[in-house]
């Protein structure tokens, strides 16, 4: 088969342990498979923050090309962090070399870095080939503190206003993990409607990922096996979970004899990735009485792998959606995968709450957003019951896994080479 070329760029990757990197990873392992050959254009490791993770690195394809740059180093005082910015001419510049030494069919940019972005258009005008930039997370956003004049927060919403239209412009993709990523891109820019393609393809779940775990002997460390049900929530927080999460600690205080054989662990929701006490659910769960006898936090990020072995370890997965339903059943997949139960609590018009429905995965609780959250608060002690009796009789292989097919990584580049393969022969 005579394969296209697609030259991905993302600062982060493998073995960086950040959450994004499992994006171009997945993209990267399966593309092949759909016609299309992609080489990393990555950052090198030596210029990382975050710990390293050499088992990620192991889940990497043998084949796979990777070209790494140099980046400028952290400076005392800190004053750039990201690492797209301390390596975005290093990045640029090697990127050129590569488009003007090989035939490349395509360019694609997943974001964050935002600043990465903007290579895209540069490439363009000095080549010709066609990019692609992919929203892992929204680039112009409110953040707390927005609205507030010449704060640090504002100045961050009006750069990322003024540089994603000069990055967006000319691309001739736009894809992201849910529709509502990149909606508000199409508002800003209405005439991309009529130069550019879009596709939503959200987080794929990769059953090897699963598969590779008892080949490294990891063992669960953030808490132990004990005769209580334990259930894990593995992730960041969505800025608009809280809400739910605060109703459901409320139901828990008053109906406490329903949960008193039940612990929820928290994983990697803290602030700040690499802080171990950067708590974002302690100060609730204490608020409640609740700490360090039915809710535990554990706020660092861990490594990839180490979430699955937790995931593993629990009785169950919590899901926790927000009061907007952009929520994608991607983190159900993995906790399909991990062959727990899950507990789910999304807002109504979230398309994860059909697909664990009918995959007979676990049990939700529906509610329809930021209104409606008394209804959570109400009905969590009767709900949970009812899952506690669905796991005592969970069997995973009666799991209807088929309804996931769609959530998983191959199926998800599947996607993405349609996309791809429409540009490419639309620019014939």
């Known amino acids: 088969m005579n394969l296209k070329k697609i030259l991905i760029i993302y600062p982060h990757f493998p073995p960086s342990n950040l959450a994004g990197v499992h994006r171009p990873r997945l993209f990267a392992q399966h593309l092949k498979s759909f016609g299309w050959e992609p080489v990393m254009l990555t950052v090198h490791e030596d210029f990382y923050e975050e710990n390293l993770d050499w088992n990620l690195h192991q889940l990497l394809p043998k084949d796979l090309r990777i070209e790494k740059v140099n980046a400028f180093k952290i400076t005392k005082p800190r004053i750039i962090g990201d690492i797209g910015l301390r390596g975005f001419f290093q990045l640029r510049k090697r990127a050129l070399?590569?488009?003007?030494?090989?035939?490349?069919?395509?360019?694609y940019i997943p974001i964050p870095s935002f600043y990465v972005a903007l290579i895209g258009p540069y490439l363009k005008r000095k080549t010709g080939v066609q990019y692609g930039i992919d929203y892992i997370d929204p680039w112009v956003h409110q953040f707390p503190g927005s609205d507030k004049l010449f704060s640090r927060h504002w100045f961050s919403?009006?750069?990322a206003k003024w540089l994603e239209p000069k990055a967006v412009k000319q691309a001739d993709l736009i894809t992201g993990v849910a529709e509502g990523y990149y909606q508000g891109v199409i508002e800003r820019?209405?005439?991309?409607k009529n130069t550019c393609v879009f596709g939503a393809m959200p987080?794929?779940?990769?059953?090897?990922?699963?598969?590779?775990?008892?080949?490294?002997h990891i063992k669960p460390y953030l808490f132990n096996k004990n005769n209580k049900l334990q259930i894990v929530y593995a992730g960041a927080m969505l800025p608009k979970a809280y809400a739910p999460l605060e109703a459901i600690f409320q139901s828990i205080q008053y109906n406490l004899k329903t949960f008193e054989n039940v612990e929820f662990h928290f994983i990697g929701t803290g602030k700040l990735a690499n802080d171990a006490e950067s708590y974002n659910i302690k100060p609730l769960a204490e608020k409640y009485g609740l700490w360090k006898t039915i809710v535990y936090e554990y706020p660092k990020r861990i490594p990839y792998l180490d979430v699955l072995i937790h995931l593993e370890a629990a009785d169950g997965i919590f899901i926790l959606g927000s009061t907007e339903p952009h929520y994608t059943p991607s983190k159900s997949y993995q906790g399909v995968l991990s062959q727990k139960p899950i507990v789910a609590i999304l807002h109504a018009k979230s398309s994860a709450v059909e697909v664990i429905n009918a995959s007979k995965a676990g049990l939700v609780l529906?509610?329809?957003?930021?209104?409606?959250?008394q209804k959570i608060k109400n009905n969590f002690p009767s709900f949970f019951e009812s899952f506690i009796q669905f796991e005592n009789f969970f069997n995973p292989i009666l799991v209807d896994q088929s309804v996931f097919e769609m959530y998983s990584?191959?199926?998800?580049?599947?996607?993405?080479?349609?996309?791809?393969?429409?540009?490419?022969?639309?620019?014939?």
């Open 409 to 428: 990584a191959k199926a998800v580049t599947a996607t993405l080479a349609t996309l791809l393969n429409t540009i490419s022969h639309a620019s014939k």
């Open 203 to 216: 987080y794929g779940g990769e059953k090897a990922d699963h598969e590779k775990l008892a080949d490294l």
């Open 189 to 192: 820019n209405p005439l991309l």
């Open 97 to 107: 070399e590569l488009l003007k030494a090989e035939k490349f069919d395509f360019v």
């Open 366 to 373: 529906d509610f329809e957003g930021e209104s409606d959250v």
């Open 157 to 159: 919403t009006q750069l």
